[in-house]
């Protein structure tokens, strides 16, 4: 079981987006896969149609009175289930601080799904956190989403040098540039020269897309409702170089 | 992921061609479907004895725009395992062994189940599904509803009634129990929960698990021996006569048993019981079937041999078992030569004479008025005086006694155990078991002193014909050596024990049982 998170500090760059879609392509592609949806707004569980309730809440989850194994829906596509949010998750950081060694208490918790499921994807609020910290030790790959600024590529160095001082097993970090205006000349060339110049950023960027904010509308990924878009195909690529990151055969 | 099925069979008249299958049913529910129909081929395997049917498992193997899949379902329907069929152009061609399929954890599964035998299909169809989705007020899909129009090709050509499976969402099961229910208090809907195979098996007048080479004929203690004795072999003619396809075909090495079984058990009962049969009819068919038994033994051998080959190459300490390779290769190839000898014999009109012959005399032995001895009372004395026999012979052999003497005992055991099979169905079943399994044991310990004899010896005549056509080099040779080593030192280890089986056989609670058994069946 492999897991992949989308993380990023900042909110709206297109995190869930990515989180849903790659799901999407990767139970297309034949995998067992689960999305856990970590985020108290509850985008992801939005956008497949599942209601924002998990009985117990994130502090039975948390504390392990109810399983993660009870909580998880089919969505509407083949291979492919949800843990859903719930607003309860907003408190997840003060239960953690509670648990013994939170760092390390998400990658636990889903260590019971490992026979059932190829691929796992967290779905991160935006935020720097406990939380955030026991997603970063649990994931093997992590998806970051960038908007193309200098500012937060600053940030993802900063993201870098703090996972290079864990112990033990570090993630893979895979960042792309989200959100590309191609009328903005800065876009541009941020997201052309780039990934030239570091190994760990995608050389696909995910342009921005009125059919990307339809998903909301679709409450569906668009590569289910539009698969041969072009915002469809970004995806497609992004998965297949995130694929060959994460070692998924 | 998908989880807990629940069938249904719709009454097919009247049902729409299109999705508003549920609407026709009355339902309430809003629904969705693509409106395109899939089509799928589909075959389910089993062997030929039904060990996955009764073992509580159902092989499907799906194909539809050239891929293939092979689904292994449990009693409940849920998926125990499933793998591609392997790619285009490498995929089994059934009747097929287990080898032949894709390493995988289906076959893992198989694998313990279906041991020697191979898999081949008790049923073909072609289905043509409709799927339809059931959404909750957020119209997300809760339940997928499957719509199935089955063609049966194969053992017979059959329009099923649709079938229509509700497949839950996870974490949306009470949702599709409800469903379900009001699927099942429709009208014109029927519990379909047990399955697709057998509703097509049922279709083409078959019921899985129909073939059994155990004698499953139930006599009655007070019906004429000579009906109750025509009656079984009745049955075991249909055993042969099931096989030889099967051996004819060489699709797997238990067909061959099987038949071998048949055979002998038939000759046993002409010996032991054919007296109340008319007039000279055991006379007449014993050579017939000893001249059937004969031909079949070479390739059995021979197939003994091959089959426990890996564990006898496994077994050797001073050779390797690439020394003993060659070995191998001359057992295969005479195994080739004597199945066709053998396929020839059971293609000869002198076969096909037997088996007509046989049925029609069994046919007129069956209508004999002569009434006595009940079967009851026949089966009594001919078990206690098998039963007395093996008590003499086998308290007669002592410590220096000859080889022979082991192997005559062999043979009066196997007559008791015949007797005992051709008329289990008259006793106490617990009693019964008991009876036959103390005779097992001894069996086992007489079989093990005598075949390894006998192998020893074949071993010995298999190394010089392998001389004579020059295909063994000295390593095989002295690899072959070191097996009939170890087989004087198994045959030791089987004299040793055969007292201490002997004596629990003879013990007078033992035989107390078969005395107490028979007597109160024939009262």
């Given at each position: 079981?492999?897991?992949?998170?989308?993380y990023n500090i900042?909110?709206?760059?297109?995190?869930?987006?990515?989180?849903?879609?790659?799901?999407?392509?990767?139970?297309?592609?034949?995998?067992?896969?689960?999305?856990?949806?970590?985020?108290?707004?509850?985008?992801?569980?939005?956008?497949?149609?599942?209601?924002?309730?998990?009985?117990?809440?994130?502090?039975?989850?948390?504390?392990?009175?109810?399983?993660?194994?009870?909580?998880?829906?089919?969505?509407?596509?083949?291979?492919?289930?949800?843990?859903?949010?719930?607003?309860?998750?907003?408190?997840?950081?003060?239960?953690?601080?509670?648990?013994?060694?939170?760092?390390?208490?998400?990658?636990?918790?889903?260590?019971?799904?490992?026979?059932?499921?190829?691929?796992?994807?967290?779905?991160?609020?935006?935020?720097?956190?406990?939380?955030?910290?026991?997603?970063?030790?649990?994931?093997?790959?992590l998806?970051v989403p960038l908007?193309?600024?200098?500012l937060s590529v600053r940030t993802l160095d900063q993201l870098t040098e703090f996972i290079?001082?864990?112990?033990?097993?570090?993630?893979?970090i895979?960042a792309f540039?989200?959100?590309?205006?191609?009328?903005?000349?800065?876009?541009?060339?941020?997201?052309?020269?780039l990934?030239?110049?570091r190994?760990d950023v995608?050389?696909?960027?995910?342009?921005?897309?009125?059919?990307?904010?339809?998903?909301?509308?679709?409450?569906?990924?668009?590569?289910?409702?539009?698969?041969?878009?072009?915002?469809?195909?970004?995806?497609?690529?992004?998965?297949?170089?995130?694929?060959?990151?994460?070692?998924?055969? | 992921?998908?989880?807990?099925?629940?069938?249904?069979?719709?009454?097919?008249?009247?049902?729409?061609?299109?999705?508003?299958?549920?609407?026709?049913?009355?339902?309430?529910?809003?629904?969705?479907?693509?409106?395109?129909?899939?089509?799928?081929?589909?075959?389910?395997?089993?062997?030929?004895?039904?060990?996955?049917?009764?073992?509580?498992?159902?092989?499907?193997?799906?194909?539809?725009?050239?891929?293939?899949?092979?689904?292994?379902?449990?009693?409940?329907?849920?998926?125990?395992?499933?793998?591609?069929?392997?790619?285009?152009?490498?995929?089994?061609?059934?009747?097929?062994?287990?080898?032949?399929?894709?390493?995988?954890?289906?076959?893992?599964?198989?694998?313990?189940?279906?041991?020697?035998?191979?898999?081949?299909?008790?049923?073909?169809?072609?289905?043509?599904?409709?799927?339809?989705?059931?959404?909750?007020?957020?119209?997300?899909?809760?339940?997928?509803?499957?719509?199935?129009?089955?063609?049966?090709?194969?053992?017979?050509?059959?329009?099923?009634?649709?079938?229509?499976?509700?497949?839950?969402?996870?974490?949306?099961?009470?949702?599709?129990?409800?469903?379900?229910?009001?699927?099942?208090?429709?009208?014109?809907?029927?519990?379909?929960?047990?399955?697709?195979?057998?509703?097509?098996?049922?279709?083409?007048?078959?019921?899985?698990?129909?073939?059994?080479?155990?004698?499953?004929?139930?006599?009655?203690?007070?019906?004429?021996?000579?009906?109750?004795?025509?009656?079984?072999?009745?049955?075991?003619?249909?055993?042969?006569?099931?096989?030889?396809?099967?051996?004819?075909?060489?699709?797997?090495?238990?067909?061959?048993?099987?038949?071998?079984?048949?055979?002998?058990?038939?000759?046993?009962?002409?010996?032991?019981?054919?007296?109340?049969?008319?007039?000279?009819?055991?006379?007449?068919?014993?050579?017939?079937?000893?001249?059937?038994?004969?031909?079949?033994?070479?390739?059995?051998?021979?197939?003994?041999?091959?089959?426990?080959?890996?564990?006898?190459?496994?077994?050797?300490?001073?050779?390797?078992?690439?020394?003993?390779?060659?070995?191998?290769?001359?057992?295969?190839?005479?195994?080739?030569?004597?199945?066709?000898?053998?396929?020839?014999?059971?293609?000869?009109?002198?076969?096909?004479?037997?088996?007509?012959?046989?049925?029609?005399?069994?046919?007129?032995?069956?209508?004999?008025?002569?009434?006595?001895?009940?079967?009851?009372?026949?089966?009594?004395?001919?078990?206690?005086?098998?039963?007395?026999?093996?008590?003499?012979?086998?308290?007669?052999?002592?410590?220096?006694?000859?080889?022979?003497?082991?192997?005559?005992?062999?043979?009066?055991?196997?007559?008791?155990?015949?007797?005992?099979?051709?008329?289990?169905?008259?006793?106490?079943?617990?009693?019964?078991?008991?009876?036959?399994?103390?005779?097992?044991?001894?069996?086992?310990?007489?079989?093990?002193?005598?075949?390894?004899?006998?192998?020893?010896?074949?071993?010995?005549?298999?190394?010089?014909?392998?001389?004579?056509?020059?295909?063994?080099?000295?390593?095989?040779?002295?690899?072959?050596?070191?097996?009939?080593?170890?087989?004087?030192?198994?045959?030791?280890?089987?004299?040793?024990?055969?007292?201490?089986?002997?004596?629990?056989?003879?013990?007078?609670?033992?035989?107390?049982?078969?005395?107490?058994?028979?007597?109160?069946?024939?009262?």
């Amino acid at each position: 079981m492999k897991i992949l998170a989308t993380y990023n500090i900042k909110g709206g760059v297109g995190k869930t987006a990515t989180a849903v879609n790659l799901a999407y392509l990767a139970a297309r592609n034949g995998y067992r896969v689960l999305l856990w949806d970590l985020d108290p707004q509850a985008a992801a569980t939005f956008l497949f149609r599942v209601r924002p309730r998990v009985k117990g809440g994130g502090k039975g989850l948390i504390q392990g009175t109810r399983s993660l194994d009870a909580a998880i829906k089919g969505t509407d596509y083949d291979h492919l289930d949800l843990l859903p949010a719930d607003f309860t998750y907003r408190n997840l950081d003060l239960l953690l601080d509670a648990a013994r060694k939170p760092a390390r208490k998400l990658g636990r918790l889903l260590g019971p799904l490992r026979s059932e499921y190829d691929v796992v994807f967290l779905d991160c609020p935006p935020s720097f956190s406990l939380l955030s910290e026991s997603v970063l030790h649990a994931a093997d790959t992590l998806l970051v989403p960038l908007i193309p600024t200098t500012l937060s590529v600053r940030t993802l160095d900063q993201l870098t040098e703090f996972i290079a001082g864990f112990d033990g097993q570090r993630p893979v970090i895979l960042a792309f540039f989200s959100m590309i205006d191609r009328r903005k000349r800065l876009h541009k060339e941020i997201a052309e020269q780039l990934p030239g110049q570091r190994s760990d950023v995608a050389a696909t960027a995910i342009p921005a897309l009125s059919l990307i904010e339809q998903m909301s509308v679709r409450r569906a990924p668009v590569t289910a409702f539009a698969p041969r878009s072009s915002a469809a195909r970004s995806y497609a690529q992004l998965w297949a170089e995130a694929r060959a990151r994460a070692g998924l055969s | 992921m998908r989880n807990a099925l629940r069938e249904f069979v719709l009454d097919g008249s009247g049902m729409p061609e299109s999705d508003d299958y549920l609407v026709a049913l009355g339902t309430r529910l809003r629904w969705q479907g693509d409106g395109r129909a899939r089509t799928v081929r589909r075959a389910w395997l089993d062997t030929f004895d039904w060990r996955l049917y009764r073992a509580g498992l159902t092989l499907e193997l799906t194909s539809a725009r050239g891929a293939a899949e092979l689904t292994l379902t449990g009693r409940d329907g849920a998926v125990v395992a499933a793998q591609p069929a392997g790619a285009a152009g490498s995929r089994p061609r059934w009747p097929a062994l287990l080898a032949a399929l894709p390493v995988g954890p289906l076959r893992e599964r198989l694998a313990p189940v279906v041991g020697a035998r191979a898999l081949l299909p008790v049923a073909r169809a072609g289905s043509t599904l409709h799927e339809l989705r059931v959404l909750n007020s957020d119209d997300k899909t809760v339940a997928r509803v499957t719509v199935d129009r089955m063609c049966l090709s194969y053992p017979a050509r059959a329009a099923l009634p649709p079938r229509l499976t509700v497949t839950a969402l996870r974490g949306y099961q009470a949702q599709a129990d409800r469903l379900a229910d009001i699927l099942a208090a429709a009208r014109g809907v029927t519990d379909g929960a047990s399955g697709a195979l057998e509703a097509a098996l049922a279709a083409a007048g078959r019921q899985p698990g129909d073939y059994t080479g155990k004698i499953s004929i139930r006599l009655d203690p007070r019906s004429p021996a000579v009906t109750a004795v025509a009656a079984v072999l009745e049955q075991l003619l249909g055993t042969m006569e099931a096989n030889v396809g099967g051996v004819v075909r060489d699709i797997d090495s238990e067909f061959l048993h099987d038949l071998r079984i048949a055979v002998r058990r038939t000759r046993s009962a002409l010996k032991l019981a054919g007296d109340v049969l008319p007039d000279g009819l055991a006379s007449r068919f014993r050579p017939e079937f000893k001249w059937l038994g004969d031909l079949t033994t070479p390739t059995r051998d021979l197939d003994v041999y091959l089959m426990g080959y890996d564990a006898m190459a496994a077994g050797l300490v001073a050779a390797t078992p690439a020394e003993l390779a060659p070995f191998h290769d001359y057992l295969a190839r005479q195994r080739a030569a004597e199945h066709r000898q053998l396929a020839r014999g059971l293609r000869s009109s002198r076969f096909s004479r037997l088996t007509s012959e046989w049925r029609e005399a069994l046919g007129s032995a069956a209508a004999s008025r002569k009434t006595r001895p009940a079967a009851a009372q026949l089966a009594a004395r001919r078990i206690r005086r098998a039963h007395r026999r093996v008590l003499d012979d086998g308290g007669a052999i002592t410590a220096t006694s000859a080889p022979e003497s082991m192997h005559e005992l062999r043979k009066r055991c196997k007559e008791l155990r015949y007797l005992l099979e051709i008329f289990g169905s008259l006793y106490d079943p617990g009693e019964h078991w008991q009876a036959v399994r103390e005779l097992k044991s001894l069996q086992d310990c007489l079989g093990e002193f005598q075949d390894t004899e006998v192998q020893r010896g074949e071993i010995r005549a298999f190394a010089a014909q392998m001389m004579d056509e020059r295909t063994a080099p000295v390593s095989t040779l002295l690899a072959m050596g070191e097996i009939a080593a170890g087989l004087a030192e198994r045959q030791r280890q089987a004299r040793s024990e055969f007292a201490g089986r002997f004596r629990d056989f003879a013990s007078p609670a033992s035989q107390h049982r078969i005395r107490a058994m028979t007597e109160a069946a024939a009262s």
